[in-house]
């Protein structure tokens, strides 16, 4: 096993309100990941260390941390993808609470603002909803998301402005706007159509680059630029 | 709320270059600079147009100037690169849908760039016809 | 809160400035290309001779119906494009107030434009 000595950004408000860097040599071979050495740097180095962690599958979304300036989860990038120096910090843009462990807090309120649930009060389909693989088609790549909030510190205007709903909010109402079993567009529309809605975005684009799960949130922002230019137009239309 | 023991820091207005990805999209943002010098340019032409033959040389000799040649250079690098990260820009933000099927990306990128050079011939047409 | 609510929820007036600016996009990546490489590069180089641009001809070029559609693909559209992302470009950077530079970016595009068009209506009188 070869040793790499990595950096990790270390916040401990208890003893003091800068953050600082610590340096740490970690074994590895082609199948550590970060996440791997984080563990291994809190069960045999320093067990002060602080961060999140849970399935190590990219599923849970949990172990979200920046790697040498690049959103990554941690179970899901390895040492070996680097050459040179790797420095771990807690993801950009969220307050952090310690080391790496953000308070995500903005974040869920954001996707709380868009309703992301079915919304149909018709009645129909009390048992289950019909849906075919064609309807399914038109909104299944929007629907991996696993509330990770990589794309939101992948997302330069959301560091500018917390306010902005954001990458994965935004995405997540495309996603149920284009379900053939929802009809809670309507609700949805008022907070897309806001300057902090879906016209925060600049398609800058690296959210979608960042995404573990390829959902390309970036994609679903600006179809829902369209989508709020035609609502702008009904509007004005209709009265 | 961020409790008062959390640490915030602030995005600071040199973040883009802290990435490349972000310098990439910051190039990109300033295509328009030089489209701007170009524009420019046209405008002082319409306005010699009007005020006679003399002036209209006066602007001829202008656009030969070394400089001004060099700054056009640029903007027509920029005019491409826009027109690079633009056509993959359009199959994401509309994506097609032709008898069910959304049409391949790469179609439509090439398909937009077929109209850079359908236009490439029009000018070429226009601009040599009867010389 | 119900006051605050619908005040937050108020309707951005951007799918203006973005249709334009989507529209001035693909004028920037389709038509000015062609304008450049002709216009400001191979006739100043003398690549193409300048009797392609002699007076007579340049008026009647320019002052004609393509030439008002030449006018609003290469000038106007493209000037909306270019004030739509220097405004977010300032935003990006933290320069400016962003009321303040919506003014001073759209207005410059639409102000010019006008004359733009001004010069064109007294140049085919």
């Given at each position: 096993?070869?040793?790499?000595?990595?950096?990790?950004?270390?916040?401990?408000?208890?003893?003091?309100?800068?953050?600082?860097?610590?340096?740490?040599?970690?074994?590895?071979?082609?199948?550590?990941?970060?996440?791997?050495?984080?563990?291994?740097?809190?069960?045999?180095?320093?067990?002060?260390?602080?961060?999140?962690?849970?399935?190590?599958?990219?599923?849970?979304?949990?172990?979200?941390?920046?790697?040498?300036?690049?959103?990554?989860?941690?179970?899901?990038?390895?040492?070996?993808?680097?050459?040179?120096?790797?420095?771990?910090?807690?993801?950009?843009?969220?307050?952090?609470?310690?080391?790496?462990?953000?308070?995500?807090t903005l974040f869920l309120d954001h996707l709380a603002a868009v309703q992301p649930y079915?919304i149909?009060?018709?009645?129909?389909?009390?048992?289950?909803?019909?849906?075919?693989?064609?309807?399914?088609?038109?909104?299944?790549?929007?629907?991996?998301?696993?509330n990770?909030?990589?794309?939101y510190?992948?997302?330069?205007?959301f560091?500018?402005?917390p306010e902005f709903l954001g990458p994965a909010a935004l995405t997540l109402a495309h996603?149920y706007?284009?379900?053939?079993?929802?009809?809670g567009?309507?609700q949805r529309m008022p907070q897309m159509n806001r300057e902090e809605g879906v016209?925060s975005?600049?398609?800058?684009?690296?959210?979608?680059?960042?995404?573990?799960?390829?959902?390309?949130?970036?994609?679903?922002?600006?179809?829902g630029?369209?989508?709020?230019?035609?609502?702008?137009?009904?509007?004005?239309?209709?009265? | 709320?961020?409790?008062?023991?959390?640490?915030?820091?602030?995005?600071?207005?040199?973040?883009?270059?802290?990435?490349?990805?972000?310098?990439?999209?910051?190039?990109?943002?300033?295509?328009?600079?030089?489209?701007?010098?170009?524009?420019?340019?046209?405008?002082?032409?319409?306005?010699?147009?009007?005020?006679?033959?003399?002036?209209?040389?006066?602007?001829?000799?202008?656009?030969?100037?070394?400089?001004?040649?060099?700054?056009?250079?640029?903007?027509?690098?920029?005019?491409?690169?826009?027109?690079?990260?633009?056509?993959?820009?359009?199959?994401?933000?509309?994506?097609?849908?032709?008898?069910?099927?959304?049409?391949?990306?790469?179609?439509?990128?090439?398909?937009?760039?077929?109209?850079?050079?359908?236009?490439?011939?029009?000018?070429?047409?226009?601009?040599?016809?009867?010389? | 809160?119900?006051?605050n609510t619908?005040?937050k929820m108020?309707?951005?007036?951007?799918?203006?400035?973005?249709?334009?600016?989507?529209?001035?996009?693909?004028?920037?990546?389709?038509?000015?290309?062609?304008?450049?490489?002709?216009?400001?590069?191979?006739?100043?180089?003398?690549?193409?001779?300048?009797?392609?641009?002699?007076?007579?001809?340049?008026?009647?070029?320019?002052?004609?119906?393509?030439?008002?559609?030449?006018?609003?693909?290469?000038?106007?559209?493209?000037?909306?494009?270019?004030?739509?992302?220097?405004?977010?470009?300032?935003?990006?950077?933290?320069?400016?107030?962003?009321?303040?530079?919506?003014?001073?970016?759209?207005?410059?595009?639409?102000?010019?434009?006008?004359?733009?068009?001004?010069?064109?209506?007294?140049?085919?009188?």
């Open positions: 096993m070869t040793i790499k000595q990595i950096s990790i950004q270390r916040y401990l408000p208890e003893q003091g309100s800068a953050p600082y860097w610590q340096e740490f040599d970690v074994p590895f071979d082609d199948s550590t990941s970060i996440l791997d050495a984080l563990n291994y740097v809190k069960e045999e180095l320093d067990g002060s260390l602080s961060y999140r962690w849970s399935c190590r599958m990219a599923i849970c979304g949990s172990c979200g941390v920046m790697v040498n300036n690049t959103p990554k989860l941690g179970c899901n990038s390895f040492l070996r993808e680097y050459q040179g120096p790797v420095k771990i910090a807690p993801l950009a843009h969220f307050p952090v609470e310690k080391d790496l462990i953000i308070d995500m079915l149909n009060d018709s009645g129909e389909g009390s048992d289950t909803f019909k849906q075919t693989p064609a309807q399914m088609e038109k909104y299944k790549q929007f629907s991996g998301c696993i990770c909030g990589l794309c510190s992948a997302c330069p205007q560091g500018l402005n996603r706007n284009l379900d053939s079993r929802d009809q567009k309507k016209w975005c600049t398609f800058v684009g690296f959210c979608s680059e960042v995404c573990p799960k390829n959902v390309d949130p970036a994609a679903a922002v600006n179809q630029k369209v989508e709020s230019a035609k609502d702008m137009l009904i509007g004005i239309f209709k009265s | 709320m961020a409790k008062p023991t959390s640490y915030f820091p602030e995005l600071k207005r040199d973040w883009w270059l802290k990435h490349s990805y972000f310098k990439k999209y910051m190039a990109r943002e300033a295509t328009v600079l030089p489209l701007v010098f170009f524009v420019a340019c046209l405008l002082a032409g319409l306005y010699s147009l009007l005020q006679g033959m003399e002036s209209w040389q006066g602007w001829l000799q202008f656009m030969q100037h070394p400089m001004v040649i060099a700054l056009n250079a640029l903007a027509f690098i920029a005019s491409l690169f826009h027109a690079w990260t633009f056509f993959q820009l359009f199959p994401r933000v509309m994506p097609l849908r032709v008898a069910g099927r959304t049409l391949p990306p790469n179609l439509m990128v090439l398909g937009q760039w077929l109209g850079v050079v359908a236009v490439m011939v029009l000018a070429t047409w226009i601009f040599l016809r009867g010389l | 809160m119900s006051n619908s005040d108020k309707r951005s007036d951007e799918p203006i400035w973005w249709g334009l600016f989507s529209a001035g996009g693909v004028c920037f990546a389709v038509f000015v290309p062609a304008a450049i490489l002709f216009i400001a590069l191979l006739i100043p180089a003398g690549i193409i001779s300048t009797g392609a641009v002699s007076f007579e001809r340049a008026q009647s070029m320019v002052f004609s119906l393509p030439g008002l559609i030449f006018i609003g693909v290469v000038i106007c559209l493209p000037l909306f494009h270019a004030a739509h992302r220097i405004r977010h470009g300032l935003h990006d950077l933290k320069l400016g107030k962003e009321r303040q530079n919506k003014i001073v970016t759209y207005g410059c595009a639409a102000l010019i434009s006008a004359l733009a068009l001004v010069g064109f209506v007294i140049g085919a009188l």
